[in-house]
């Protein structure tokens, strides 16, 4: 499946071990692959987690240089993918905090519109009323996500969107991974049934 | 006969990727419209690839942060720096704190420690370790010193 992530990884490899040690004595190229090993997750957690009209690439950037800079205090006992994913999350908390918007504007579900980010095209399939169908239920979940509890939402944007396990979850969030699976549960379940009210 | 199919909670759990009771599990093997129902929401609940930026624009963040980032040097210059200083006000200052070593009236502290300033300024290490530097601050101290004992 073309959505697993390096950052799956429960511990640091050691192949990831070796890049963090070279990067750590100066090595751009080692610095550049664990970068690239990651980015994705980092620009998935920024684009859901960051303000409604924040600048995702300025965010992703800032997370990568704040990284750099702490390469020295990464301790390798976990993933270097969830230490990075954590690094990205609290960014995004302190421009919450910033920007002061408490409550996340939900974005739009409907419309065909190119410049809407949700006009989501899911895998081409022969039924024109299940791609429609599932278009409709990937944009409700979208907005659904928007509008969660902000712990909420970033457990599931880890889970789902970034591909985090809960041992990662739970350190890149600093909560216990009881309370990782708590607010899971109450996220999955409210998606899941503002989904199912649209598409039954 | 009535079917029972997987309840919100039971679907829930399998999306999260957790266990669920024998004959739950059985249901969601076997069922096709829980099958399709579970198969549709965890691809709704994936990301879709069309937000995610374009291999351009991954590169384009990556090497800006990589070209703002002082990777760490071998030699860190501030220690150099901060051992070269201590040396030098050190050999300076010496004479002056030694029992009757400054009562000589000819050593201006402030001007030394001018002096010590100017040099780090200019080049600290090569101050520090410079022989003529060296060797006048060791002429000078004789002279102190044999002052002191006299």
């Known amino acids: 499946?073309?959505?697993?992530?390096?950052?799956?990884?429960?511990?640091?490899?050691?192949?990831?071990?070796?890049?963090?040690?070279?990067?750590?004595?100066?090595?751009?190229?080692?610095?550049?692959?664990?970068?690239?090993?990651?980015?994705?997750?980092?620009?998935?957690?920024?684009?859901?987690?960051?303000?409604?009209?924040?600048?995702?690439?300025?965010?992703?950037?800032?997370?990568?240089?704040?990284?750099?800079?702490?390469?020295?205090?990464?301790?390798?006992?976990?993933?270097?993918?969830?230490?990075?994913?954590?690094?990205?999350?609290n960014y995004c908390r302190d421009r919450l905090r910033r920007v002061r918007l408490v409550p996340f504007r939900p974005l739009e579900v409907d419309g065909e519109d190119e410049n809407n980010p949700l006009a989501v095209l899911p895998a081409p399939e022969a039924d024109p009323?299940?791609?429609?169908?599932?278009?409709?239920?990937?944009?409700?979940?979208?907005?659904?996500?928007?509008?969660?509890?902000?712990?909420?939402?970033?457990?599931f944007v880890l889970r789902f969107f970034a591909g985090l396990k809960l041992a990662g979850i739970a350190a890149a969030l600093g909560v216990d991974v009881g309370s990782v699976k708590t607010h899971l549960h109450r996220a999955v379940r409210r998606v899941r049934e503002h989904v199912q009210e649209a598409v039954p | 006969m009535k079917i029972e199919h997987l309840t919100g909670d039971e679907l829930d759990l399998l999306l999260l990727g957790e266990e669920v009771a024998a004959p739950a599990a059985e249901h969601a093997r076997t069922c096709l419209v829980c099958r399709r129902r579970?198969?549709?929401?965890?691809?709704?609940?994936?990301h879709p690839g069309r937000l995610d930026p374009s291999p351009a624009a991954r590169q384009r963040v990556r090497d800006a942060a990589l070209a703002a980032w002082?990777?760490?040097?071998?030699?860190?210059?501030?220690?150099?720096?901060?051992?070269?200083?201590?040396?030098?006000?050190?050999?300076?200052?010496?004479?002056?704190?030694?029992?009757?070593?400054?009562?000589g009236g000819d050593v201006d502290a402030a001007a030394v420690l001018a002096e010590v300033d100017a040099l780090l300024a200019a080049d600290p290490v090569s101050a520090a370790f410079s022989s003529e530097l060296v060797t006048a601050l060791a002429a000078e101290h004789e002279v102190n010193g044999a002052g002191s004992t006299s």
């Open chain 1, 1 to 89: 499946m073309a959505s697993v992530l390096r950052s799956e990884l429960p511990v640091v490899s050691d192949d990831e071990f070796e890049l963090v040690e070279r990067a750590r004595g100066g090595d751009r190229d080692a610095a550049a692959t664990l970068l690239e090993r990651h980015e994705l997750s980092v620009w998935r957690v920024c684009r859901h987690l960051l303000p409604p009209g924040d600048d995702v690439e300025a965010a992703v950037q800032e997370t990568f240089m704040r990284a750099l800079a702490k390469l020295g205090r990464y301790s390798g006992s976990g993933s270097f993918g969830g230490w990075l994913t954590a690094i990205a999350v």
């Open chain 1, 129 to 155: 009323e299940r791609t429609a169908m599932g278009r409709q239920a990937m944009a409700r979940v979208h907005a659904e996500v928007a509008r969660l509890p902000q712990r909420q939402r970033e457990a």
């Open chain 2, 38 to 46: 579970l198969e549709e929401l965890r691809r709704a609940m994936s």
């Open chain 2, 70 to 103: 002082r990777a760490p040097q071998p030699l860190r210059r501030p220690v150099w720096r901060w051992a070269a200083a201590a040396a030098l006000v050190a050999a300076l200052l010496l004479p002056l704190l030694r029992p009757g070593g400054g009562g």
